[in-house]
């Protein structure tokens, strides 16, 4: 049984940072993709990245696209998200998740693909 917990959020000023950590524990995480996902309030659980076992291949969605980064080191099982200029609209509660494999370009995003997920962290961004 793996069992994934997050760090790293906060409160951060619009225009801020901040790095998420995804600590794994009971299982190797270099034999799955990663995701991470986010859940405001009122509103459903999304995508955010998705990165491939060996880190080579990446997603992002559009909303959070060149702001911020997903990375994972196997050799200390932890995936990270690298959050920068931080809007609003980021608040939620972040979520790490481990695939079920290898990176599968047209599952990455869908929650239903992951089976195992993390407590989450609280992102607050002010304005």
């Known amino acids: 049984q793996v069992q994934l917990v997050e760090s790293g959020g906060g409160l951060v000023q619009a225009g801020g940072s901040l790095r998420l950590s995804c600590a794994a524990s009971?299982?190797?995480?270099?034999?799955?993709?990663m995701g991470w996902f986010r859940q405001a309030p009122g509103k459903e659980r999304e995508s955010v990245a998705a990165?491939?076992?060996?880190?080579?291949?990446?997603y992002y969605a559009d909303s959070v696209k060149g702001r911020f980064t997903i990375s994972r080191d196997n050799a200390k099982n932890t995936v990270y998200l690298q959050m920068n200029s931080l809007q609003p609209e980021d608040t939620a509660v972040y979520y790490c998740?481990?695939?079920?494999?290898?990176?599968?370009?047209?599952?990455?995003?869908?929650?239903?693909?992951?089976?195992?997920w993390g407590q989450g962290t609280q992102v607050t961004v002010s304005s």
């Open positions: 990165i491939s076992r060996s880190g080579g291949l990446t």
């Open positions: 009971g299982r190797t995480l270099s034999t799955y993709a």
């Open positions: 998740a481990q695939g079920l494999g290898a990176y599968t370009g047209s599952r990455v995003a869908d929650e239903g693909w992951y089976n195992y």
